[in-house]
C-alpha cells in the first residue's frame, strides 16, 4: 500500500519546497519514524529541475556518481576523482538533489554537500528530529541554509477517503493497535487486503481486521 496522503500541511510544504527549489536554496524534513517522510519525498517532482535521488549510505564517489547518473552523465567510479565529479556536479544548473535518511551519511560527505549548496543545487534531506540538533552542532555552516520543516505523524482520518474498502471503525483499531507507526499500520492494512482477495470479498470487515491482529501478536 503507497497512499500518497496529501493533506493541508503536506501540500503548503510542498509548496515552500518548490519555491526554494526555484531560489536554489535547501531543506530539511523532520519527523518521527512512520510520519511518511520517504513517501513525501516521492511527491516532490519540480518540473524545471531533474530529481537526483540518493543513498546516503556508501561511499563519497558513489554518493557523487550516484547524482551524475541521475544527469547522464558517463562517470564510471574511480578513485581520487571525488574533486572532479565534484566540479561536473556543480557544473549543472538544472537539478536538485534528494538524500533520505541524511544522518546515514558519512561524516566527511558534508563538505562535498556544501559545495554543492554554494553552487545553487538545491538539496532536499530527510531525518529524525534529532537531525536538526545534530547538523547544527556538526555541520552549523549547512545546517544555518536550511529551511527546516517538522512533518507531522499522519492520522486515521488523512486515511478514511483513500481507503474505502474498510468498513467503520476497522481503521482506527488497526491505527491504535500499530501505535500510529505508519510502518506497522501499512502492513496490517496489506495482510488485510490479501485476506478479502483470498475470500473474495470487497470490504474489511472488523472479523478480518481481528484476525489480522491475532496473527500479528
Not at 150 to 157: A, D, R, T, V
Not at 160 to 169: G, I, N
Amino acid at each position: 500500500m503507497n497512499q500518497m496522503i496529501t493533506d493541508d500541511i503536506r501540500r503548503s510544504f510542498l509548496n515552500v519546497i518548490y519555491e526554494r527549489i526555484e531560489k536554489g536554496k535547501s531543506t530539511l524534513v523532520i519527523g518521527k519514524i512512520g510520519a511518511g517522510k520517504t513517501t513525501f519525498l516521492e511527491m516532490i517532482q519540480p518540473k524545471k529541475r531533474i530529481i537526483s535521488k540518493v543513498c546516503a549510505l556508501g561511499s563519497l564517489n558513489y554518493f557523487l556518481i550516484s547524482i551524475l547518473r541521475k544527469c547522464e552523465y558517463n562517470f564510471a567510479p574511480k578513485i581520487n576523482r571525488s574533486a572532479e565529479y565534484l566540479q561536473a556536479i556543480c557544473s549543472i544548473k538544472n537539478t536538485a538533489v534528494i538524500i533520505d535518511d541524511v544522518h546515514d551519511l558519512r561524516p566527511y560527505v558534508f563538505r562535498y554537500i556544501k559545495r554543492i549548496m554554494d553552487a545553487k543545487i538545491p538539496v532536499i534531506m530527510t531525518g529524525p528530529p534529532e537531525t536538526q540538533v545534530i547538523l547544527k552542532e556538526n555541520h552549523e555552516d549547512i545546517s544555518c541554509r536550511l529551511k527546516v520543516l517538522n512533518l507531522p505523524s499522519i492520522g486515521i482520518e488523512n486515511f478514511k477517503s483513500y481507503l474505502p474498502q474498510f468498513e467503520p471503525d476497522t481503521l482506527e483499531v488497526i491505527f491504535g493497535a500499530s501505535f500510529g507507526n505508519m510502518w506497522v499500520f501499512n502492513e496490517m492494512c496489506e495482510a488485510c487486503f490479501d485476506e478479502i482477495r483470498s475470500l473474495k470479498q470487497k470490504k474489511v470487515s472488523m472479523d478480518i481486521v481481528e484476525k489480522i491482529l491475532r496473527k500479528a501478536q
